[in-house]
């Protein structure tokens, strides 16, 4: 959840980053337009996680994530 100074994790509550700090903390941010073909039609919606809320949700999933080591960082 984005609020005017922070990022804040939905599923947890913690401050994942403030606006004013250069913090680089990594998290997932998930931003979903509904359309015709769902019961949300017209909806959007969005969502901040924390890294570890993320591998908690990610360890449900019966089929693993992808995951790929990537050599090239920028
Ligand atoms: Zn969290």
Not at 35 to 58: A, H, M, P
Request: with cysteine; net charge negative; glycine share 2%.
């Amino acid at each position: 959840m984005k609020t005017e100074e922070k990022i804040i994790c939905n599923c947890c509550k913690k401050v994942i980053q403030y606006e004013d700090y250069h913090s680089r903390t990594e998290y997932l941010h998930v931003e979903k337009e509904w359309g015709y073909f769902s019961n949300k039609d017209g909806e959007k919606q969005e969502f901040d996680l924390c890294e570890s809320c993320y591998d908690t949700l990610v360890r449900k999933f019966r089929i693993p994530v992808d995951s790929q080591e990537i050599t090239e960082l920028l």
